[in-house]
C-alpha cells in the first residue's frame, strides 16, 4: 500500500503556531502513528494570517452558525476565515488525504464541543470550529477524529481502522472499473463491515449481488457511502463478538474436537472481558494459516492496520 496521507492541526506535530506561541505536541501522533503515515498540517488561524503569537479567538452567537470574534477587542473574523477555508479545502483535494484529526476544543479545528460565548462575554453552548465546518462540508465521507478522542483506545482503532479502509477504497477507485472488481473488494472487508454494522453488510452485499442493473459509477458511488457509513458507526465488543463466533463457524470441519473448542473458550473470555480482542484473533489467525482457509485469508477483518500500533491490545 502505498504511503497514507492524514491531514492534521499543526499544532499537534509539535510546531509553535499556537495563539501564545505555544503547541500541543501529541507523541502518539507524531512517534506512533506517525510512523505508518504521512501528515498534511494545517493550522488554519497561522495560515489565513493571524500570526503567531497573537489575539485568542472564540466562537460568539449562535452555536448553529458561529461568528469567530477575537476575544479582546471584539474584532469580528469570521468572512475572512470563511473565505480562507474554502480555498484550502479546493488545495486539500490534490493531497488525496485518507482522514483529518483536528485539535480539539479549538474555534477554528475543535469538531464538537467547543464553547460558543454570547454577547455578554458568557459561554452558553457548544459547537464546531468554523475550518472544521468548511473541511466536513467539503469532505463528508473522509474520517474525521480529534485528537482527544483518540485517546479512547476503541475510538482509536475506529478511526485507525477507517484510515486504512479509506486508503484502500481509493486505491481501488483508481484501478479499473468492474462488477466482479467490487464483488471481490465486497468478500474482502465482509467481516470488517460486519464488526461494524450488520444491517450495512446485508445492504451492501444486495446492492453488490444486484449491481448489474445500474451504471457502474453509481454502483461504486452507492456502495462508497455505505461503507463509510458503516465505519462510522462503531465496532462494540458485542458485534466483534458475533463477529467471532462467525468466524469459529468457518472452522466447523478443519478443527479437531479440542480445537474448537479451545477457540470458543478464548471467544467466551473476551466476551467476559478477560481478555482483549487480540487474543482471540491471534488464535483465529494461526488456525487460518493452519487450515489453508482461502474465505478468511483474504479477510482484512484479521488484520486491518499494522500489528506495531496495538490497537487490538486494548480493544
Ligand atoms: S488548534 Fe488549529 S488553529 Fe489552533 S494552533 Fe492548532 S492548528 Fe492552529
Redesign the pocket.
Known amino acids: 500500500m502505498a504511503a497514507i496521507t492524514l491531514g492534521i492541526?499543526?499544532?499537534?506535530l509539535g510546531e509553535r503556531?499556537?495563539?501564545n506561541g505555544g503547541h500541543?505536541l501529541d507523541r502518539f501522533l507524531t512517534d506512533t502513528l506517525g510512523q505508518f503515515v504521512q501528515y498534511c498540517p494545517?493550522?488554519?488561524?497561522?495560515e489565513c494570517g493571524f500570526g503567531v503569537p497573537r489575539e485568542p479567538l472564540r466562537l460568539v452567537g449562535d452555536p448553529h452558525a458561529p461568528q469567530l470574534v477575537t476575544a479582546r477587542t471584539r474584532l469580528d473574523s469570521t468572512g475572512r476565515m470563511l473565505r480562507w477555508a474554502s480555498r484550502r479545502v479546493r488545495e486539500l483535494e490534490g493531497e488525496e488525504l485518507s482522514g483529518f484529526i483536528f485539535?480539539g476544543a479549538?474555534p477554528?479545528?475543535g469538531m464538537k464541543g467547543v464553547k460558543v460565548y454570547n454577547e455578554q462575554g458568557v459561554p452558553k453552548a457548544s459547537g464546531a470550529g468554523l475550518f472544521v465546518r468548511v473541511f466536513m462540508d467539503h469532505f463528508p465521507l473522509l474520517p474525521v477524529e480529534d485528537e482527544g478522542r483518540l485517546h479512547d483506545p476503541s475510538l482509536r482503532e475506529n478511526f485507525i481502522e477507517s484510515v486504512f479502509t479509506m486508503k484502500r477504497w481509493r486505491e481501488f477507485l483508481g484501478r479499473k472499473r468492474s462488477r466482479g472488481a467490487l464483488v471481490q473488494f465486497h468478500s474482502a472487508h465482509k467481516l470488517l463491515i460486519l464488526s461494524h454494522s450488520p444491517g450495512h453488510l446485508r445492504r451492501m452485499g444486495r446492492l453488490v449481488a444486484q449491481g448489474s442493473a445500474m451504471p457502474i459509477n453509481a454502483l461504486y458511488q452507492e456502495y462508497q457511502q455505505l461503507l463509510m457509513e458503516a465505519l462510522r458507526l462503531k465496532a462494540t465488543p458485542a458485534k466483534h463478538y458475533n463477529c467471532l463466533q462467525h468466524i469459529a463457524g468457518y472452522f466447523k470441519k478443519q478443527l479437531s474436537l479440542a480445537e474448537r473448542q479451545e477457540l470458543l473458550e478464548v471467544i467466551d473470555h473476551y466476551r467476559e472481558g478477560h481478555v482483549p480482542l487480540i487474543v482471540p484473533l491471534t488464535l483465529i489467525n494461526h488456525f487460518v494459516r493452519l487450515a489453508d482457509e482461502p474465505y478468511l485469508q483474504q479477510q482484512y477483518y484479521l488484520h486491518p492496520h499494522p500489528l506495531e500500533l496495538r490497537l487490538r491490545n486494548h480493544a
Open positions: 492541526s499543526t499544532c499537534l503556531v499556537r495563539w500541543k494545517v493550522c488554519p488561524e497561522a485539535k479549538s477554528s479545528c
